[in-house]
């Protein structure tokens, strides 16, 4: 994102940082850490053209997320009418600090939760306003950093509405989202909007290399399936085992679908919809980067040997030669409409048996 990096330095170097910014991002793709240290970059005492210092004392507060003019709010599983963010700051302190490119899934886990609903609140709007009436601790600029901001209820997008429209000197707001279509338009209106594109698979294992530890080979593997998205391939990275289940359930799902052996394909649902519902999500979306390469396969001379694949004997080149691209794009059209039905707890072997059927038809196309 070194566009946007040049962007933040220089609006922080001539004084003219617009007051709210909206940080959008598809996937999961270092909007937060971005943010983060631009806020260290703003109140660093010791800055250069290019970074903070990271050694004066406002930079070794942002280390540990505790800026006296830096808030942090985020969805939360409300407690109360009254509760906020605040009350659980210690989870997201601790989540971010472990994990920078977090995403929903792994702040519910600090939670300790699964499927329970967020949201940010009227309260914790009503937090923020309070927050931003204080003064600042010496620092020339009060930073607000709204993660998850399309969890924003719609009556704390209206109270919010007032801040965005009459900012004060040094106010900065950071808004961080994936749907940008769930603010109100009033809201997006009224930031600055800035947008971080999806990473390719090499960035994202160099920077599970570097960031997580990760060896080089299961890097590789997961920033592949991970369809641009860090927090899934940081996932998948240490689940390694995960990978190789997939791919085992992929190969049979592909093989009793070929010889339409219903028999089978019922079987199969029957055993993939043991699965955790987080677990057949991250399935889904194995499946749908497993199809978009046998695509690319399709138009390049290439092949492609994963080590999941290798105890199977499954050949890409193979299949992408038997399912025509009319079908391949029914499948992943089912695949994505599935994904969204699991969200909304639809029986997942029916959803199973139906993406079964579409394949099956997507063969004999």
Same mark, same amino acid.
């Given at each position: 994102?070194?566009?946007?990096?040049?962007?933040?330095?220089?609006?922080?170097?001539?004084?003219?940082?617009?007051?709210? #910014?909206?940080?959008?991002?598809?996937?999961?793709?270092?909007?937060?850490?971005?943010?983060? &240290?631009?806020?260290?970059?703003?109140?660093?005492?010791?800055?250069?053209?290019?970074?903070?210092?990271?050694?004066?004392?406002?930079?070794?507060?942002? %280390?540990?997320?505790?800026?006296?003019?830096?808030?942090?709010?985020?969805?939360?599983?409300?407690?109360?009418?009254?509760?906020?963010?605040?009350?659980?700051?210690? +989870?997201?302190?601790?989540?971010?600090?472990?994990?920078?490119?977090? !995403?929903?899934?792994?702040?519910?886990?600090?939670?300790?939760?699964?499927?329970?609903?967020?949201?940010? /609140?009227?309260?914790?709007? /009503?937090?923020?306003?309070?927050?931003?009436?204080?003064?600042?601790?010496?620092?020339?600029?009060?930073?607000?950093?709204?993660?998850?901001? !399309?969890?924003?209820?719609?009556?704390?997008?209206?109270?919010?509405?007032?801040?965005?429209?009459?900012? #004060?000197?040094?106010?900065?707001?950071?808004?961080?989202?994936? @749907?940008?279509? =769930?603010?109100?338009?009033?809201?997006?209106?009224?930031?600055? $909007?800035?947008?971080? #594109?999806?990473?390719?698979?090499?960035?994202? +294992?160099?920077?599970?290399? =570097?960031?997580?530890?990760?060896? *080089?080979?299961?890097?590789?593997?997961?920033?592949?399936?991970? *369809?641009?998205?860090?927090?899934? &391939?940081?996932?998948?990275?240490?689940?390694?085992?995960?990978?190789?289940?997939?791919?085992?359930?992929?190969?049979?799902?592909?093989?009793?679908?070929?010889? +339409?052996?219903?028999?089978?394909?019922?079987?199969?649902?029957?055993?993939?919809?043991?699965? %955790?519902?987080?677990?057949?999500?991250?399935?889904?979306?194995?499946?749908?980067?497993?199809?978009? *390469?046998?695509?690319?396969?399709?138009?390049?001379?290439?092949?492609? &040997?994963?080590?999941?694949? *290798?105890? %199977?004997?499954?050949?890409? @080149?193979?299949?992408?030669?038997?399912?025509?691209? /009319?079908?391949?794009?029914?499948?992943?059209?089912?695949?994505?409409?599935? %994904?969204?039905?699991?969200? #909304?707890?639809?029986? &997942?072997? $029916?959803? $199973?048996?139906?993406?079964?059927?579409?394949?099956?038809?997507?063969?004999?196309?």
């Amino acid at each position: 994102h070194d566009g946007i990096k040049v962007q933040l330095r220089q609006s922080a170097r001539s004084g003219r940082v617009p007051h709210a #910014q909206l940080f959008a991002e598809r996937k999961v793709s270092g909007a937060l850490p971005m943010a983060i &240290a631009f806020a260290r970059y703003l109140q660093c005492q010791s800055r250069s053209e290019v970074d903070a210092c990271g050694e004066c004392s406002s930079c070794k507060q942002m %280390s540990a997320l505790a800026h006296p003019d830096v808030h942090f709010s985020f969805p939360f599983i409300s407690e109360g009418k009254e509760d906020n963010s605040e009350n659980h700051l210690t +989870a997201f302190r601790k989540l971010i600090k472990a994990d920078p490119y977090a !995403d929903q899934d792994g702040l519910l886990h600090a939670y300790g939760a699964s499927n329970k609903r967020m949201m940010i /609140s009227v309260a914790e709007a /009503s937090r923020i306003l309070h927050i931003q009436s204080l003064k600042n601790f010496g620092s020339s600029h009060r930073v607000t950093i709204v993660w998850l901001a !399309d969890h924003l209820h719609l009556s704390a997008q209206n109270k919010l509405l007032k801040l965005l429209e009459e900012p #004060q000197p040094g106010q900065v707001f950071l808004l961080i989202c994936r @749907k940008t279509e =769930s603010l109100l338009p009033t809201v997006v209106s009224r930031c600055q $909007l800035l947008h971080f #594109q999806s990473l390719s698979s090499d960035q994202i +294992a160099s920077l599970l290399q =570097s960031v997580y530890s990760i060896d *080089e080979q299961a890097a590789v593997a997961a920033a592949h399936f991970a *369809e641009g998205d860090v927090a899934v &391939a940081n996932h998948m990275a240490h689940k390694d085992e995960d990978l190789l289940r997939f791919a085992d359930f992929f190969v049979r799902w592909t093989r009793v679908c070929y010889a +339409a052996r219903f028999a089978d394909v019922l079987d199969w649902c029957a055993e993939v919809a043991k699965l %955790s519902r987080d677990e057949l999500l991250a399935f889904f979306r194995f499946t749908a980067s497993i199809l978009e *390469e046998s695509l690319r396969l399709r138009y390049s001379g290439d092949d492609f &040997a994963h080590p999941s694949f *290798e105890r %199977s004997g499954f050949k890409m @080149k193979t299949f992408a030669s038997l399912l025509p691209t /009319s079908g391949l794009d029914l499948v992943v059209a089912e695949i994505d409409k599935s %994904s969204r039905a699991l969200s #909304q707890n639809v029986h &997942a072997r $029916l959803l $199973l048996f139906q993406l079964s059927m579409q394949l099956m038809r997507g063969f004999k196309m």
